[in-house]
């Protein structure tokens, strides 16, 4: 079945950084977008960012523009995401998400992973 | 930034129908989606495309369209369907998503 399971979040002090990574199986990663997507505590749901199939078109949420950034491993179906100078609000648990496949004009985030915790502090 | 704006709470007994509300001035030009997220999990995708049911998602979950607001409703509500739901979109140009501020929906 499709799953993706999220990895690297951790206790960073405010400064730091951190890389997640995001394992996908049950589907073929090359031919979707893919996304991340955080929730700090008792809050809403935040897009931080997508990147299509070949990683050549990206887009950030302001809030983490040019602190974050995203990339994939096509050949073995994993997403990436670079945080430096990460901040205490940036305290959150991170999902990443399958979006489109290529060529759909559809942007459903289906399925998601169950998310790694980031605490700055 | 562009926002979407949700009610935070929304109340309804077993059986009865709920009505969650979205409003963006982008939505008449975008798709909007809906998220159900149940305490200590993942959202999990119940409308897509306004109105589109996934499979697996039951037929009391509906969606609409008009103007600037969407509507999810679920009829004949039961008590598993107590969760957070968050719509989402994108910006006029279509390169920036968005999601509300989320809706608590509880079964009394």
């Known amino acids: 079945q499709v799953q993706l399971v999220e990895s690297g979040g951790d206790l960073v002090k405010p400064g730091g950084s951190l890389r997640l990574s995001c394992a996908a199986s049950?589907?073929?990663?090359?031919?979707?977008?893919m996304s991340w997507i955080r929730q700090a505590p008792g809050r809403g749901l935040e897009w931080l960012s997508y990147i299509n199939t070949r990683g050549d078109t990206i887009y950030y949420a302001a809030s983490v523009e040019g602190r974050f950034t995203i990339s994939r491993d096509n050949a073995n179906s994993f997403l990436f995401l670079q945080m430096n100078d990460l901040r205490v609000e940036d305290t959150a648990l991170y999902y990443c998400a399958r979006g489109r496949i290529n060529g759909a004009a559809d942007e459903r985030l289906d399925p998601w992973g169950q998310g790694t915790l980031v605490n700055v502090s | 930034s562009y926002e979407l704006t949700q009610p935070p709470s929304v109340s309804v007994s077993p059986g009865q129908t709920a009505m969650i509300t979205c409003s963006g001035d982008?939505?008449?030009?975008?798709?909007a989606y809906w998220y159900q997220q149940k305490s200590g999990q993942a959202p999990v995708l119940v409308i897509y495309k306004d109105s589109a049911r996934p499979s697996g998602i039951p037929e009391r979950f509906s969606g609409s369209s008009s103007g600037t607001t969407v509507t999810l409703t679920i009829s004949g509500v039961q008590a598993e369907d107590e969760a957070d739901y968050h719509c989402?979109?994108?910006?006029?140009?279509?390169?920036?998503?968005?999601f509300g501020g989320g809706t608590k929906l509880t079964v009394l």
């Open positions: 982008a939505l008449p030009k975008q798709y």
């Open positions: 989402q979109s994108a910006d006029s140009s279509g390169d920036y998503w968005v």
């Open positions: 049950g589907f073929s990663f090359s031919d979707y977008y």
